[in-house]
């Protein structure tokens, strides 16, 4: 064989070899950590209170999911009022919400289905260390509202519709008070910002504990009111019905919640928040029943 084709089949070897591993490389990098195959559908839409984006557990959990599904969670954070209503117009896949008794709804008019309890944490009311309002230590939120509102101290409402402002609401209504004036400030945002403006103004604020722990440092606000039961925060995941709306990605909600629900994943959200605040941001509750935590 001459040298010039030698050098040719040298030449033509190399291409092969190249393009082949090329290809396996491709082949790699598309699929997920467990080597199945990917989804054909891979993103999946969740709809879900701004808490869980907030805390950072979202930028904890999605990844790992990702790495081991090949699903790609599309984290779609507002209030709850919005998640419900983006579940029950079909623009979303799978919710994870805060507010029982509004996702009961959805579930009672075939909007969503298969409701699934992840976990909980619970409210706290905070406020500056100088507590103009005189509500530090107080057990029960209905009594230091009834204060805030004597003392016509700031307070920050979300005013968003979300699971934190339902909550809210529903302490006042117990209180028999209705807030009004220049003192009661309606954010109309999410509970990073409206913490942010509360301690701004010197205000006080309902929040889920595991933002206001995330945040903490950038804050001039302190937990005064917390531990009593009406403060219970609980979180459901639900999937969007594909019977009433056949574009949702079923499989890839299903999988969402799946992996929510595992052990050793339940054991990670449990965990959450533990090396960095010294306690857990989240309790895990898949293996419990909504009775058990005293909402039914």
């Known amino acids: 064989m001459l040298m010039k084709d030698k050098l040719f089949l040298i030449i033509w070897i190399m291409i092969i070899v190249s393009s082949t591993i090329a290809l396996v490389a491709c082949d790699q990098a598309k699929e997920p950590g467990n080597g199945s195959q990917l989804p054909d559908q891979p993103d999946v839409i969740l709809a879900t209170t701004t808490s869980t984006q907030d805390s950072g557990l979202l930028d904890f959990l999605a990844p790992l999911f990702q790495e081991?599904?090949?699903?790609?969670?599309k984290v779609i954070a507002v209030g709850t009022g919005q998640a419900l209503k983006m579940g029950e117009e079909g623009n979303a896949d799978v919710l994870l919400v805060h507010a029982p008794a509004a996702e009961k709804v959805l579930i009672d008019n075939g909007s969503a289905i298969d409701r699934q309890l992840i976990m909980h944490n619970d409210f706290v009311v905070v406020g500056p260390a100088a507590d103009p309002a005189g509500i530090r230590g107080i057990s029960s939120p209905v009594t230091a509202l009834k204060q805030i509102a004597q003392a016509q101290s700031n307070f920050v409402s979300r005013g968003d519709d979300s699971g934190t402002h339902k909550k809210e609401l529903a302490l006042w209504s117990t209180s028999g008070l209705?807030?009004?004036g220049d003192w009661y400030l309606q954010?109309?945002?999410?509970?990073g910002a409206t913490l942010i403006i509360s301690s701004e103004k010197q205000g006080y604020t309902l929040t889920d504990r595991a933002t206001y722990?995330?945040?903490?440092?950038a804050l001039d606000l302190e937990i005064l009111v917390e531990g009593d039961p009406s403060l219970l925060n609980v979180y459901h995941a639900m999937l969007v019905?594909?019977?009433m709306w056949p574009k949702v990605n079923e499989a890839g909600a299903r999988s969402w919640i799946d992996f929510l629900t595992r052990a050793d994943i339940q054991l990670l959200i449990g965990e959450f928040g533990i090396e960095k605040f010294g306690q857990p941001l989240f309790f895990a509750d898949a293996d419990k029943s909504d009775s058990d935590l005293g909402l039914e």
């Open 68 to 73: 081991e599904s090949g699903y790609i969670v």
């Open 187 to 191: 954010s109309g945002q999410g509970m």
């Open 241 to 243: 019905n594909p019977e």
């Open 178 to 180: 209705t807030p009004e």
């Open 213 to 217: 722990l995330a945040q903490q440092d």
